[in-house]
């Protein structure tokens, strides 16, 4: 019978413990806002719950009656439970209860152990934290805490929050006031646990200074702040090394500690009797499940509240997501339009093109035709279309328009056949020349051609009076529309031309890097960029850089002149003869200026300091010539030498496809030529 008694008293206070740890359980992760998912507050910038920051207390939620996290409440409730059933009789009290969660925590343990004779006590200004007293507490300064209004919450609300578990009563005492107010006159006899969490040194400071003393031996210390405000920390170890404690500190979650006090002094001390009322198992497991069922019931209930909150907010979100959806499909179809857009833009821009190469072609044919007539025997006769060519040729951009009257001058009256049109070349003396605007400075010094610079007004010309006059009597003797030079220097030579030729296209190559700036000028101001085209950078020996300029610019190897007054180095002016001779038109002329450097007479060229010393004669390259026109009457027509220039006329054969080499042209009876001067 006793045996049967003891079994089911044995049942009963399981069931009871059961029930304790189901109501506590779910009690705690109501008042830490885990079982809601309650998010952070906003000032944290986290948009979910993370469990996490939840256990650790490393967030401020935003409903949730505490902040101190699962692990820290899980720790409250073990030590609460040790002194219980250890007998160490006291209250309870947290100094620092923001909303207030940890001490209804605390009044529930008393409730589900059935403690009626001790308190939960309530210690809060309710108004937030102090602003630091630095002068009196150094380890406070630079505290913001003050600033912070969510940490400020009112009495009433945290009464509010005490009713709302069915906690409110007589064993909850609250102290409203600066703990340095409060705390010293607080009508508290004796503690079995406090909890600290006042986040600064004075609020730790005051707690302990007024609390440790009425705390029991075998109490607990909780120091919510111990590792997370370092203020905190100092105050602890300031009071215990003011007061001879020397604590066992213990670890909660690595921002929480407590230690338990031992007193010495009163080691001898004996435990109270425990104190519960004479409530029988049966009765307390009826009261708990109580309870437990409204809490359940609160939870459901908030838990539904909060669904239906959810829902709202999706359905928001579903609106929204709606409105969007409809911005991009309007988005997509503006862009489908803008595309519609392009593509016509783009076809008009294709008809306009072919349009434009049409009447190109059509100017071209026109202009063939005009140039057809000039030429013709019935010069007179076309006089109306001589009009019509000028003004094609002023339609496509081209100067011609206002070309210089030309007149006939009187060094001309000898030439074997004279054109009825040539600039007027007006003579200062051997050295200054004038056409038109332009004036041109002419010198073959070595020293000034190196040192003189062109301006705008007056162009350096390397060249002596003799051939400029042999440029005007090859533009006499033929139309010259497409000229390719080398040799820039100052520009002079390609003004001259563009006066003398009034050509369709003049192309010249440098060596030189820097551009001429007169030439440029000159370009600019008669609007003749389309017509001449300077290529510095160039060697004349660069078959690739070469190519590439002269394929581009006379594709119909149509050139009408070439003038080399370049390098006059025998390997660098042949090499540009076998790129370049192929884009001369059958009838061109190839002008190699300077070819006797090495026969010149005086001493001057045959000493060994000129910048020809120790190099071929460009003579050789003569030689070479002579072997091709004999070899290939059909390439070479006829050359004409005179004591500094060669002119080699272009015959009517058409050269061999791919890159041409004079070498592979001449015949030698089976010998090799190798530059013999
Ligand atoms: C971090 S909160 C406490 C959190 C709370 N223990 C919990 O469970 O969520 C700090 C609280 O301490 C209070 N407090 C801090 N220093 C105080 C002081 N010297 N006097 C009165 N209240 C103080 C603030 O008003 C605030 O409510």
Redesign the pocket.
Known sequence: MAESLNTRSGLLSCKLQRLRNNYLDLLQSCLTGSIYRDLPQSLFNLNSFDPRLREHGLDWPAQAQ???GGKRMANLRTLMESVIAENVPGDFI?T????G??CIFMRAILYAYNIADRCVWVA???????AANELENPADAGSTFHAYPQ???PLEQVRENFRAYGLLDQQTKFLKG??KDTLPTAPIQQLALMRL????Y??TM?ALTNLYPRLSHQGYVIV?DYHGVSACKAAVHDYCDANGIHPEIIEIDGVGVYWRKFDTTRHDRVSVAPSHSDMSDEMQISLLNEALFELSWTVITYLNQSLTGRDGEIARLNQSLADREGDVARLNQALVDREGDVARLNQALVDREGDVSRLHQSLTELQKEVTALYSSNSWRITKPLRSIGHIIRGSRGNDDKVRPPYTIDSSMVNSPITRDISPKLIWEDDLRLKINDVEFYLSIDTDELKTRISTSDSFLLGKPKHLVEKAVTIGQQGRIDKIFEMGILQGGSIVLYDQIFGPQKIVAIEHALEPVEPLARYIAKHRKSHIIKPYYGVNQANRSAMEKILSAEFPNRDVDLIIDDCSHLYEETREAFNISFPYLKNGGLYIIEDWAWAHWSGDYWQKDHTIFSGRKSLSNLLIELFMLAASCPGFVKDILVEHSVITVSRGDEELPAGPFNIADHYLLRGKHFGAWL
């Open positions: 505490t902040m101190i947290e620092g209860v923001w909303r969660g940890a809060d200004s309710f108004e937030g934290l102090p940490l400020a919450v600066w703990f969490d006042g986040d600064m004075e609020s005051d919510d």
